[in-house]
């Protein structure tokens, strides 16, 4: 009997030593920071900043939409934002030109706006929109206004990025595909530092339409306003936004543009709900960056009439600029870090599921977005509770052993916990978002 049951411990020992990552191997999965060959002063792609910016940064104004904030106003406010750890300004829209020195002062990049006038006349929509077969677009004029532009500026080295002034260009009209196409044409043409181009795109268009633009763009910018679209019990909104740009760039045959996710901070929240704005903006944010997006540009910092929750919505936008560009790096992590699939997420309390419902889009989501990423030698599980009802997850698959060690780097309280069985255990709020760093002790 003695020897039928050592027989059997040792049978359960090698089956279990079978079923358990290799340490080594695991925690050797990844690039680590002197793999990546970028310059540490420049913004992503291009370098290692991770791309973090708002929309008019000390724009606008309380008393009415298109005034200005007296000087030393707008300074101030521009550099709460810069000192809470953003790596852009801009696009900056009115302030576009008056931003460069402010720019250089503070050690931060501008991401600056292509706009012309074509015969002393804005090519804003009311221009494009009226350009038919009668009225073309004048292409050599065009160039010539963008080329001038261009050349002006180029010298500024705090250009991080081009952005088209004419925004949510439509795909199904030839002159505006052109507009685009001889735009970024002759800005990459007129470019010594070869700066990534980009235009907004409107947040409902999907990946079937992104793939029509992308061809013409180095980074991909979608509106992902999750309650101004009416989806605020839907959040996962966000997550199907972020998709659609990803999907979009695939479909466009050109799979490296980047997807910068654009969330919202300019509609007053009901009163009800202005205590859920950290948990709105914590989860719109990493839920878009679990699912792909390499940048954040928040729209917008200006300040509006009736907006009286900007506060409150810039601290935690700020919160979380300063997790991914700050001291624990995080941004490095979605930027350069190895997604992995040698891990198995089980929810065990709360929904299974969450679905998308939106006009004509009707799509089921596990109900905790779930990204597992290699770097410098450690782990960071990412969850996302995409619902509104709190739930209970099991990570499994993690090297056994009480040399494993996990901590919450979002959870201030948070301390290394080992997990000896290769399980680890979390608890998400409502939107709730937890970001894990596994190590070797």
Request: positive net charge; proline residues 7%; hydrophobic residues 40%.
């Amino acid at each position: 009997m003695k020897k039928f049951l050592s027989f059997l411990l040792l049978a359960c020992t090698a089956a279990l030593a079978a079923q358990t990552p290799d340490a080594k191997k695991f925690f050797g999965a990844g690039p680590v920071p002197a793999d990546v060959k970028l310059p540490a002063d420049l913004v992503y792609p291009q370098g290692r900043l991770f791309p973090f910016s708002f929309y008019s940064t000390g724009g606008g104004a309380e008393t009415k939409r298109g005034d200005l904030l007296p000087p030393d106003v707008r300074l101030k406010d521009q550099m709460e934002i810069i000192k809470g750890g953003v790596t852009m300004i801009g696009p900056q829209y009115e302030l576009n030109d008056m931003s460069f020195e402010v720019a250089k002062a503070n050690n931060v990049k501008i991401i600056y706006t292509v706009r012309v006038d074509i015969d002393g006349v804005p090519m804003d929509r009311k221009y494009i929109w009226a350009l038919n077969a009668k009225n073309p677009l004048p292409e050599e004029k065009l160039r010539a206004a963008v080329a001038a532009k261009v050349k002006a500026v180029a010298g500024h080295k705090e250009i991080a990025w081009w952005d088209i002034g004419a925004e949510e260009l439509r795909f199904w009209k030839k002159y505006e595909v052109d507009i685009l196409r001889i735009m970024a044409e002759t800005i990459r043409a007129n470019d010594p530092l070869k700066r990534p181009v980009v235009m907004y795109e409107p947040g409902h268009r999907g990946a079937q339409s992104m793939a029509k633009l992308l061809p013409f763009q180095d980074l991909s910018f979608k509106g992902m306003y999750v309650t101004y679209y009416g989806m605020k019990k839907q959040r996962v909104w966000a997550r199907w936004s972020t998709e659609q740009q990803v999907e979009g760039a695939k479909l466009a045959g050109k799979p490296q543009i980047p997807a910068i996710c654009l969330p919202s901070m300019f509609k007053q929240p009901e009163p009800a709900d202005i205590p859920l704005i950290p948990a709105w903006v914590r989860h719109d944010v990493y839920t878009a960056l679990a699912s792909g997006a390499k940048g954040v540009v928040v729209f917008s910092a200006s300040k509006r009439p009736n907006f009286t929750a900007r506060q409150a919505y810039l601290d935690e936008y700020l919160k979380v600029c300063r997790q991914l560009t700050g001291p624990l790096g995080l941004g490095q992590v979605f930027l350069f870090g190895q997604r992995m699939d040698d891990l198995e997420l089980a929810v065990v309390e709360g929904p299974q599921t969450t679905t998308l419902v939106k006009d004509k889009i009707k799509k089921e989501y596990p109900s905790v977005n779930f990204a597992n990423i290699a770097y410098n030698h450690e782990r960071y599980i990412v969850l996302v509770n995409d619902t509104a009802t709190p739930v209970k997850a099991i990570v499994s698959g993690l090297p056994y052993g009480t040399e494993t060690v996990a901590k919450d780097l979002l959870d201030d309280k948070s301390h290394e916990t080992s997990a000896p069985e290769g399980d680890l255990e979390a608890e998400l709020g409502p939107w709730g978002v937890s970001v894990y760093r596994v190590r070797r002790k």
